[in-house]
Antibody
Framework: EVQLVESGGALTKPGGSLRLSCAAS????????MSWVRQGSGKGLEWVGR??????????DYAAPVRGRFTISRDDSESMLYLQMNNLKMEDTAVYFC???????????WGQGTLVTVSS | EIVLTQSPDSLALSLGERATINCKTS????????????LNWFRQKSGQPPELLIY???NRESGVPDRFSGSGSGTDFTLTISSLQAEDVAVYYC?????????FGQGTRVEIK
């Protein structure tokens, strides 16, 4: 069974940093592209970024609002995905989902999400 | 960036009625690698993460009831719920993954009248 478990969400001040983690199991993590998607309270879904597998060069892509502030990384030996978020802004407040694609698209399976709140 | 526009924003129907949600893409999402449309549909119930309903425009995900179907081509796609059930109350999103960045429609809220 595919499982994605996020952690690391917290309340932080504008300008602060946070690191989110995602523990993956139930599939061959090293062979999949991994993504982060966020959702503000009462809002729609917003793609944050993606990291491809090593065989595809571990290329990282980011949404324009987070480019230069957020960094995605992965540890295939531990089946872990990370999102380092720096210089956080109030508009980054959202639930952050760890997501993977296993052949039916790029976002087949979703974690439960972790809440990031940026407030002074 | 490909823009996805869903219609309507919300709909309220009686149990057993047919629900139709449309998704228009600002450009083609025909995937060159397999000549299929890179367009998926998700359902998000309150307080839960999205769940995949339909993939590659018209394929039903395993475990999804057969009252759900996807169709469309070009830049116009449709999610149909043939007979609305109480458990279908949710927000529905279309999503394209043909082009980076992947994008979502704004969502359609489905309620029971």
């Amino acid at each position: 069974e595919v499982q994605l478990v996020e952690s690391g969400g917290a309340l932080t001040k504008p300008g602060g940093s946070l690191r989110l983690s995602c523990a993956a199991s139930g599939f061959t993590f090293s062979e999949t592209w991994m993504s982060w998607v966020r959702q503000g309270s009462g809002k729609g879904l917003e793609w944050v970024g993606r990291i491809k597998r090593k065989a595809d060069g571990e290329i990282k892509d980011y949404a324009a609002p987070v480019r230069g502030r957020f960094t995605i990384s992965r540890d295939d030996s531990e089946s872990m995905l990370y999102l380092q978020m720096n210089n956080l802004k109030m508009e980054d407040t959202a639930v952050y989902f760890c997501v993977t694609g296993l052949g039916k698209g790029d976002l087949d399976y979703w974690g439960q999400g972790t809440l990031v709140t940026v407030s002074s | 960036e490909i823009v996805l526009t869903q219609s309507p924003d919300s709909l309220a129907l009686s149990l057993g009625e047919r629900a139709t949600i449309n998704c228009k893409t600002s450009q083609s999402v025909l995937h060159s690698s397999n000549n299929m449309y890179a367009l998926n549909w998700f359902r998000q119930k309150s307080g839960q993460p999205p769940e995949l309903l339909i993939y590659w425009a018209n394929n039903r995900e395993s475990g999804v009831p057969d009252r759900f179907s996807g169709s469309g081509s070009g830049t116009d796609f449709t999610l149909t719920i043939s007979s609305l059930q109480a458990e279908d109350v949710a927000v529905y999103y279309c999503h394209q993954f043909d082009n980076t960045p992947p994008t979502f429609g704004q969502g359609t809220r489905v309620e029971i009248k």
